[in-house]
């Protein structure tokens, strides 16, 4: 390291990718980031103080090597960069632009001054990458002869199965839905990330090896018991998928839908894919979001962008202070009022308050029924999207096919690393983890991926008969 | 005898001694009674340099060595009607007996038997008369039965000396298989036979006895017919109190004061001879002498046999003397060319005897003296008109009248004194070594049979690796990301060892999870105490990296000087340069032949493959030896998927070894061609087991890789290894490279002892761990990585430099400090107790500590029953840490909260400013109870001193023992610069060692000038855990400190090469149960306290220390950590984001952390200790100190590694009486009557002159008033003169040591060594009584290191000082006429005038100040080190003049008042010198405040 490098942070002022303007972007579907100069991604590399103790290195899921990257950042050797950023990421152009960063909370810069851009330097390496033609799929020199079948194609999914393949295995993806990425092609909107690059990881991977199986619902279209005739081993992968519902009176009524309904919707449209399903669309409409996390703020976005008269969203928390006592929080993830992108872009934010019913006209909701410090309140509503996180997997679908246990929090039980109570099964994921973020599904998919490699290598395993 | 054996981790082999010597002779050799009675007043008055053990009527032996005092014998024989040959031609043979009459009976017929054996006569036994009155009952019970055997010339031999041969044969075959016999015969005091001496000239008297009791003991000494033209004497201080007679001095030819350093080697070297060497003068009989050297022997007892070998196979005297301890040659350009000759022509022949070492010695017929290369001992020698010598380690130890001494000088280094008694003559160093230098063409031989690598012809180099390839074989060889990133690249860049910052928290390499490198598994060892380490850098002029590659002649043959020699100028070779050593053959008319031998083994086997594969490499060497093939190269080049380099240190250590057994080493020469070395660590660990030479193949081909833009990487990296090896060597104080080789100068720590004993063997090992199997299958485990297909993800993270996921584990962690954090800033004990959970149950894998569990003493107790945390934290200490490496608000703060609650905080080297001195309104003390003492002395003054509590002697440090530093110039702001009395923006060294400590003595005369300065402080000695510290600490002790610091490796530090940051130094646990084994074996522990430091984190880890020993405990990192430290690793960049490390203003800014926060946690700590306590049993910490029962060992059995670690010797509790901890220290006062007389005339009259007599046992004169007058005056003192003292004679050590503002002292006569050391504001003058018929520039009036971190004050000496004279002078005014080598070294302030000429190494790392020599032979330009100053002409003429009629008024100087009689000319002769930094920072009006770097 260089002596002007290991005092920029001095000179230097934190400088980030900034949204596009909100007027003009809540007109597209566009990605709302735009990206930073190379240089300057370089200089503000620079700041990094490569510490003794990286915490940010710890307070990142995937391990990512921060500092070593940001080095060659730094230094202008982006493919080296680009080696080590892959080192522990497979998919760094996703948690580029989705992950909530909690290596930038963690950064020793956050400290008494303004973190290091992290994960804009972690995008500006693999985006340059894809650029120049850097990424190619890197086949493993021979097979192992080892099947295995993935159920779910998310981000844990993708992770688990690229590993396998490099690692000389045959991974099979099978998913439900008509393409590939779970809820980073239907969960996200592609104002946060652009589906293009989905299909070009995909490609790579198919590249190396992965089959992917589209539109194939394992338990509906082919059985578990007949994947674990036809594969040495089988990976769950399927997300956690069930919503969590809000029972409150009015509740059946037309115009409230889940958020994960809505957002689904949403990006076929955007995807070109018309639904035959009853439409579920914001324009004109007053919208009224319940939760205030990720989801809630995709709901948000997409609605404004469909054009919603209003846009409400509601927490049932206080309001989190304004910034946190670092003394005590730093370099935890810290409770503290954050705003979106979409939150950005418009509409109201109400904190501390419960629904209590649902208030209908014809069958279709009105109003929301809410309460505040004991006094009552309605909001008036005429879409509404329940965006209040995930209780588990689905009961009902493979889980329950491959008769795995789970715990009381509705994951999968994993005894071993990532070994289910059943043999040959294995989970990672939210499945297995319960609802997360990206960042921890790559990580999931990657460690189980290595668990699935050694159990391949032990001789007991070896000599089970497909 | 009753010293105790090996128990535990007390080893008798790692003993110490050092002392005072000296010897008086008559030139002409005529002999008379009264020598030897000089001899012995000698030895009275180098008392004080003893040592004194837990009964102080026991010494720790004296001794003396005279001619056959014929007469006396004569006498005897008469009586006895014996009939005596005539002298000559009988030999007497000084016994040592057992004391059961059985044993003694066999050791008495064993000599008759082979004294008749070889053919001489045995004549008789003569019992030694002696007088045991006075003597100890130790002593007495532990006394030989002592007799002597006369034994005549028989008729087989031609003369004198081939007498002396014969005598040699007979003692070696009658002493060398005792221990054996001893065994056999079960008779075990046989084994203590001895024979101090045997020979027709000189005959040794010496025993456990003080040096008073010499002479009673002895009547023989004092009997008139008892007559000897010299007497050699010696007084020993040992580390030990172990009583035993046979390790006193003198040995047969020599008395030593000082320390071998490569002793291990040296053996080794001279045992691998066996098969080599062969003399046409000793003929058959040199077969019956093996060993030459016989192990368990002290440095001493070895060196004087290599002489005796040297002697007897025809060397002379002071040839032999030249050949062990050479000068310093290699690069001394100043050196007459023959002499140069001389000395390279011997190098080949044998190593040297490396280490601080003043050396009297004699056969009887000769006498003299020799100094080390770096003249690390004093010798101080007078001659007199009467034709007496008498030399010794002190000035004034015979009263001789002034007006007799016709000339005092000493020794320089690597000088020699010689009297020739049948000559009648003294011949000085340059005859003698001239004579012997011209003795034969050294020159032409050389020219002839010496080669130099680089000469050779190119012989090509091999194809470079692809790609592909290097990140295979890097995995192979178990790189990382790191040591790309901390070593190749920037050692390739800057040729320099990198640095690095904080402590280690990680593993020792045995409990790592994660394969680590063989070398790993070794320690280097380094000086403390009993030896200096050397300043590479600024002494470079001493040290040497030229390698010898190849067979070397015969040490004792005639054609030594045909032998061919293949040298290289440093032992890194390049891969061109290995081409041309494999390719030797062709040329040098094939007196070299070189084979590769393959150090690879087949990657489907197990351990007995890796065994099979060494067994094969030794056999290979063997056959190819003996095949006359004369270079091996052991070679890993052959790694492929199938083939596993063997651990280069196994394969080098095996072979070495392996042909030192057979005694065929000295017939080749052994050449590492390794992937897997890169660290300068790694090459210091090939050349300690042997290796040559060293090609680093892979190293150069990954730099090749990855190092672009710079010229030449890798001679970049050749230049930065050999700083390292240099830096080293040096930490260990050895100078050249030749006698590093093979000494193994390592401790192992977790490798089995099998595995020591066959492939390292004499490596000390503490701790048992890993055996070939464990070893293999870490080689296998790299091997995998590189090889397998899988994962191609690059190289692995390391993480040991800094923290990674899946890299090395490391104590602190990102959860570690939050929670640590978290709990003292928001006060949240059960944050607390996660961190406290966290590093002790990670420390399992992590520290020895972590292996060890808690076992109750009784049932629990209620913890209300358990003393106060408010009592625990009292206990408790903050580390030494500089204001300077750290910011005033982290030092503050230390400070602050350590006094708020009773705990003490330590300066560091640093000094402290005088505001925190004084406590604030409200009671707050900013003041560290704890003033260190370090080597650079910065801000050292007398009122430093005196308020202190306790004052601590940092001997080493835990990040980097046996080590200097440096604070660059930009981090010398003006704050900084007032404290330390120095300038801004000028850069300061600490150097390596102390200058006044280079031996067990000195640091006792440097704990009685502290003592003396503040007789209420406690005095502390500050160790670094290694082998052998507990013997170190009982020396410690026997100086009379009160207090022993034991600091671990793990310790911090602000800035340290990375070598050093982990190879060096063990963990806590070792020393720590070492000192307190050792001290409580000598009944030494009750006196001392013991702190145990480095790393400490938690109660837990409070608990386990005091278990196994410590009464105190010290904290850094981790109250460090509660003020805010985030282990950023930043430290030696200044750029430290938390405002901790950093003199930066905006950084500093940053700075949150509260006194409460570290209160905080020194008391979660003694909470958590308190619960400990409870469960365990105990009440009070006491209790608990030294209960090594109440620990067991915990089990690793599923530890793929580690589970042969076993840490049963630091549980081992000696079996005797004896206090097993601290006691309270009884009161002291001091009564020195000049300062007595001076401080009760400053009571009465406010002003005081005394005139007084002293002499050399009169040490530190003006110290204990000086610091009544600071704690009095302050720093400010008094009026200059108020109190004056005229002294007569000579004084003894530290004369005027710390003197204070307001005091003069003026002595007429002479001094020892460190006058004015610290002076700190008074005035010396030294001068000669105006009776003295000898000019002043020709005769030494001060010994060594005089004005040593002088902070100000004025000293005026008339005649020439020793060495490094003003060494790291801050502001002292001195005047002188001369003075010996590195004079102004460090220098960072004052002024020093010379107007004599200055020794060589002048002005070396002086950074301020100004000096002015008169050098009218243009003598300067050569003597001068010019790295840091300039020559220039004289600027402020009016200083120079004023001080030196001020010289001329005072001393009365005959050369200050000719020069001042032609002033001008004069004037034109003074050279100015002045330090590049000093010059700009005065050029420099205003000195920039520290930005960051």
Request: proline share 5%; charged share 25%; aromatic share 6%.
């Given at each position: ?466 | 005898m009753d ?18 010597m000296g010897f008086v002779a008559h030139v002409k050799g005529a002999p008379s009674n009264d020598i030897i009675a000089k001899g012995l007043q000698i030895l009275a008055s180098l ?10 009527t026991i010494g720790d032996g004296a001794g003396c060595l005279i001619q056959i005092p014929d007469a006396l014998l004569r006498a005897w024989a008469v009586e006895q009607r014996i009939n005596l040959p005539p002298a000559g031609d009988y030999a007497v043979a000084m016994c040592f007996l057992p004391r059961d009459s059985a044993s003694r009976e066999v050791a008495e017929a064993r000599l008759e038997h082979f004294v008749r054996l070889e053919g001489q006569v045995f004549i008789g036994w003569r019992d030694v008369p002696v007088n045991a009155c006075g003597l100890g009952s130790a002593v007495l019970n532990s006394a030989p039965v002592i007799r002597q055997a006369l034994i005549g010339r028989g008729p087989n031999v031609r003369d004198q000396d081939a007498f002396e041969r014969k005598l040699l044969a007979i003692r070696k075959q009658t002493q060398n298989p005792l221990?054996?016999l001893a065994?056999?015969?079960?008779l075990?005091g046989l084994a203590d036979f001895y024979i101090p001496s045997f020979s027709s000239r000189t005959i040794v008297y010496k025993g456990l006895l003080l040096p008073r009791q010499l002479g009673s003991f002895y009547s023989d000494l004092t009997d008139p017919l008892t007559k000897s033209a010299l007497a050699m004497v010696h007084q020993r ?6 009583p035993s007679w046979r390790l006193a001095h003198p040995y047969r030819f020599i008395a030593h ?28 009989d040199?077969?019956k002498m ?10 001493t007892a070895?060196?004087d046999n290599?002489l005796e070998?040297?002697v007897a196979?025809?060397?002379?005297l ?42 009297a010695f004699t056969d009887g017929r000769q006498i003299g ?17 009467d034709d007496l010598v008498v030399m010794a ?5 015979l ?20 009297i020739d008694l049948e000559e009648g ?1069």
């Open positions: 390291m260089t002596m002007t490098q290991a005092t920029a942070f001095m000179a230097t002022a934190r400088s980030d990718r900034i949204y596009r303007d909100v007027k003009e972007r809540v007109r597209d579907w566009h990605e709302v980031l735009s990206p930073l100069e190379a240089g300057e991604v370089s200089q503000q590399a620079e700041r990094c103080m490569d510490c003794g103790i990286p915490f940010c290195h710890s307070g990142c899921p995937v391990n990512n090597l921060i500092p070593d990257w940001n080095e060659l950042a730094a230094s202008g050797q982006w493919q080296r960069a680009l080696d080590r950023l892959h080192a522990t990421n497979n998919f760094p152009e996703f948690t580029g632009r989705v992950c909530p960063a909690p290596c930038e909370a963690a950064c020793t810069l956050n400290l008494d001054d303004a973190p290091v851009t992290i994960k804009t330097i972690e995008c500006e390496i693999v985006d340059r990458g894809f650029r120049e033609g850097w990424i190619g799929p890197r086949v493993a020199p021979r097979g192992t002869g080892k099947r295995i079948a993935i159920v779910g194609s998310g981000p844990a999914g993708l992770a688990c199965a690229q590993q396998l393949a490099r690692a000389g295995h045959s991974p099979t993806v099978f998913e439900k839905a008509d393409r590939v990425g779970g809820l980073l092609r239907y969960g996200i909107p592609d104002f946060k990330l652009d589906k293009s690059l989905i299909d070009r990881r995909v490609a790579q991977m198919e590249a190396e090896g992965v089959i992917f199986r589209t539109a194939m619902e394992v338990g509906v279209s082919v059985s578990v018991e007949r994947l674990l005739d036809d594969y040495h081993l089988l990976v769950l992968a399927g997300g956690a998928e069930e919503p969590r519902d809000l029972e409150a009176p009015g509740r059946e009524l037309k115009g409230i839908h889940f958020a994960m309904d809505y957002l689904t919707q949403a990006n076929r449209r955007v995807a070109g894919l018309v639904d035959d399903d009853e439409s579920i669309v914001a324009s004109g409409r007053h919208v009224v979001v319940i939760g205030g996390g990720d989801t809630g703020s995709d709901c948000i976005g997409t609605a404004h962008r469909q054009g919603a008269a209003s846009v409400t969203q509601l927490e049932i928390l206080t309001q989190p202070p304004l910034s946190e006592d670092k003394s005590v929080t730093w370099p935890n993830w810290p409770m503290k009022l954050r705003t979106s992108s979409s939150q950005e872009e418009g509409g109201s934010r109400e904190f501390s308050i419960g629904t209590t019913g649902f208030r209908g006209d014809a069958g279709r909701v009105s109003a929301v029924m809410c309460e505040r410090d004991g006094q009552e309140m309605e909001i008036h509503a005429e879409l509404v999207l329940l965006a209040m996180g995930f209780t588990g997997v689905a009961r009902d679908g493979v889980a329950g096919s491959a008769k795995v246990r789970l715990t009381e929090r509705d994951t999968i039980e994993t005894l071993g690393p990532y070994q289910t109570s059943v043999p040959r099964i294995f989970a990672c994921g939210d499945m297995r983890r319960g609802q997360s973020l990206v960042v921890w599904a790559i990580r999931e998919g990657r460690e189980c991926a290595a668990a699935v490699s050694r159990a391949l290598a032990a001789p007991k395993l070896q000599s089970v008969e497909r | 010293e105790p054996r090996v128990q535990g981790l007390y080893d008798p082999r790692h003993e110490h001694d050092s002392c005072g008392d004080h340099r003893g040592g004194v053990a837990a009964d102080p221990e054996k065994e056999q015969q079960r075990p201080f040992s580390t030990n109190t172990f004061n000082g320390e071998i350093n490569t002793v291990r080697g040296n053996v080794n070297w001279m045992n691998a001879r066996r098969r080599t060497l062969e003399s046409p003068l000793i003929g058959a040199l077969d093996w060993p030459i050297i016989p192990h368990g022997q002290s440095d070895c060196l290599a070998l040297l196979g025809g060397y002379p002071a040839h032999a003397m030249m050949l062990l301890i050479p000068e310093a040659w290699a690069g001394n350009e100043q050196m007459d060319p023959a002499r140069r000759a001389f000395y390279e022509f011997h190098a080949a022949l044998m190593e040297p005897w490396d280490g601080p070492a003043a050396i003296a020799t100094l080390d290369r770096n003249g690390l001992r004093p010798a101080r020698f007078c001659l007199t008109d380690s002190e000035s004034g130890v009263p001789i009248p002034e007006e007799k001494i016709t000339r005092k000088w000493r020794l320089q280094p690597g000088k020699m004194l010689l003559r003294i011949v000085d160093d340059d005859e003698v070594k001239g004579r012997l230098a011209e003795a034969e063409p050294y020159g032409d031989w050389l020219r002839e049979t010496q080669f130099n690598l680089k000469n050779l012809p190119s012989a090509g180099t091999e194809q470079a690796t692809d790609a592909a390839e290097l990140t295979r074989l890097q995995r192979a060889f178990g790189y990382t990301e790191e040591d790309l990133k901390f070593f190749l690249r920037p050692m390739a860049e800057e040729p320099d060892d990198p640095i690095g910052s904080m402590g280690t928290d990680t593993p020792v390499a045995v409990l790592s999870k994660r394969p680590r490198l063989l070398y790993e598994y070794f320690k280097q060892n380094f000086a403390q105490v009993t030896n200096p380490p050397i300043d590479p850098i600024r002494e470079s002029l001493v040290m040497s990296l030229v390698s010898m590659i190849g067979p070397r002649p015969n040490l004792l043959g005639r054609h030594a000087g045909t032998h061919k020699r293949l040298e290289v100028s440093q032992p890194i070779l390049t891969n061109e340069d290995l081409e041309k050593i494999r390719s030797i053959g062709d040329h040098l008319d094939g007196a070299f032949r070189t084979i590769t031998l393959d150090a690879t083994w087949p990657s489907n086997g197990d351990a007995q493959a890796l065994e099979a594969a060494l067994q094969r490499l030794c056999w290979e060497a063997t056959e190819a030896v003996l095949a006359d093939i004369n270079v091996l190269v052991l070679s890993d080049r052959a790694v492929a998927p199938n083939r596993i380099p063997i651990p280069a240190a196994l394969a080098i250590g095996a072979v070495h070894h392996h042909l030192i057994r057979q005694g065929l080493r000295m017939q080749t020469g052994l050449v590492a061609e390794t992937g897997e070395a890169r660290e300068v660590h790694h090459m210091c660990v090939l050349a300690g087991y042997g290796a040559e030479a060293i090609n680093p193949w892979l190293a150069f081909d990954t730099i090749d890789d990855i190092v672009s833009g710079v010229p030449d990487p890798k001679s970049n990296y050749v230049k930065a290894l050999n700083k390292g090896i240099l830096k080293v060597m040096s930490k260990m104080g050895i100078s050249t490279f030749q006698s590093y080789c093979g000494a193994q100068i390592f401790d192992s720590i977790g490798i089995s002892s099998t595995l020591v004993e066959r492939y390292f063997f004499g490596t000390s090992s503490t701790v048992e761990g890993i055996e070939l199997a464990e070893l293999a299958e870490e080689c296998a485990r790299r091997h995998r990585s590189g090889y397998s297909t899988v994962d191609d993800d690059g190289l692995a993270v390391g993480g040991q430099w800094a923290h990674r996921i899946g890299g090395e584990a490391h104590a602190w962690t990102p959860d570690s400090i939050a929670n640590l954090q978290h709990a003292v800033r928001g006060n949240l004990p059960e944050k607390y107790r996660a961190f406290a959970r966290e590093i002790n149950e990670q420390e399992g894998p992590l520290t020895l500590r972590g292996l060890l569990d808690l076992r109750p003493a009784g049932p629990p107790v209620a913890i209300e029953d358990v003393e106060p945390a408010a009592d625990i934290v009292r206990r408790f200490a903050t580390g030494a840490m500089s204001f300077g490496s750290i910011s005033r608000e982290a030092h503050t703060t230390l400070a602050e909260a350590m006094n708020s609650i009773g705990g003490r905080s330590n300066t560091g080297e640093g000094g402290e400013e005088p505001e925190r001195f004084r406590v604030g309104s409200e009671g707050v003390s900013f003041r560290s109870a704890i003033k260190q003492v370090a080597s650079g002395r910065f801000g050292v003054t007398t009122e430093y001193l005196v308020n202190a509590d306790e004052l601590q002697i940092k001997i080493a440090q835990g990040a980097k023992p046996g080590e200097g530093g440096q604070l660059p110039g930009h981090k010398v702001d003006r704050e900084i610069a007032k404290v330390r009395h120095s300038t801004p923006g000028v850069g300061l060294i600490s150097p390596p060692p102390h200058h006044d400590i280079y031996s067990i003595e000195d640091l006792a005369q440097l704990i009685h000038d502290l003592r003396h300065v503040n007789p209420a402080a406690r005095i502390s000695v500050k160790l670094v855990s290694e082998v052998g510290v507990g013997t170190v600490a009982a020396g410690v002790a026997k100086c009379t400190a009160d207090h022993i610091t034991i600091s671990g490796f793990e310790g911090g530090t602000g800035a340290s090469p990375l070598t050093s940051l982990v190879h060096a130094g063990l963990p806590w646990e070792i020393g720590l149960a070492e000192a307190q084994q050792t001290l409580v074996l000598n009944g030494l522990r009750g006196r001392v306290t013991l702190q145990a430091d480095g790393g400490l984190r938690t109660g837990r880890d409070v608990a386990i220390a005091a278990l196994l020993g410590a009464d105190e405990f010290g904290f850094a990192t981790a109250p460090l950590i509660a003020a805010g430290c985030i282990m950023m690793r930043k430290c030696h960049l200044n750029t430290c984001p938390v405002g901790i490390a950093t003199q930066d203003a905006v950084l500093r800014a940053r700075f949150t952390g509260q006194p409460g926060h570290v209160v905080n946690y020194f008391f979660y700590v003694a909470e958590e200790l308190r619960e400990i306590m409870a469960a365990l049993g105990t009440r009070r910490l006491e209790e608990m100190i030294g209960r090594v029962d109440l620990l067991e060992i915990k089990s690793l059995a599923d530890h793929w590694k580690a589970k042969g670690v076993d840490l049963r010797s630091l549980l081992h509790q000696p079996t005797v009486e004896g206090s097993r901890r601290a006691t309270p220290p009884c009161a002291r006062s001091f009564d020195v009557p000049v300062d007595k007389a001076l401080l009760e005339g400053l009571d009465d009259d406010g002003s005081a002159f005394v005139e007084l007599h002293v002499s050399n046992v009169d040490r530190s004169i003006g110290t204990v008033a000086s610091g009544e007058i600071a704690r009095r005056f302050g720093h400010e003192g008094l009026p200059p003169g108020t109190l004056r003292a005229r002294l007569i004679g000579t004084a003894g050590q530290s004369f005027g040591a710390f003197l204070s503002r307001g005091l003069t002292l003026e002595l007429i006569g002479d001094a020892n060594d460190y006058v004015g050391k610290g002076l700190s504001g008074g005035c010396l003058i030294v001068r000669p009584p105006e009776a003295a018929r000898r000019q002043a520039h020709e005769n030494i009036i001060v010994g060594n290191t005089c004005l040593y971190g002088a902070i100000e004050g004025e000293a005026y000496f008339a005649g020439v000082a020793g060495e490094r004279f003003a060494v790291r002078n801050s502001g002292a005014v001195a005047v002188v006429e001369g003075m010996g080598d590195h004079g102004c070294e460090y220098m960072t302030g004052g002024v020093v005038v010379s107007i004599g000429s200055v020794g060589r190494n002048f002005a070396a790392g002086m950074s301020g100040g100004i000096a002015y020599v008169w050098d009218p032979d243009r003598q300067l330009q050569r003597q001068c080190n010019h790295t840091s100053v300039n020559l220039e002409p004289v600027e402020d003429v009016d200083r120079l003049l004023e001080l030196v009629q001020h010289y001329g008024e005072v001393t009365g100087s005959q050369r200050a008042l000719a020069l001042l009689a032609n002033w001008p000319e004069a004037l034109s002769q003074f050279v100015q010198i002045m330090p590049h930094e000093y010059r700009r920072a005065l050029t420099d009006n205003a000195v920039p405040e520290v930005k960051a770097a």
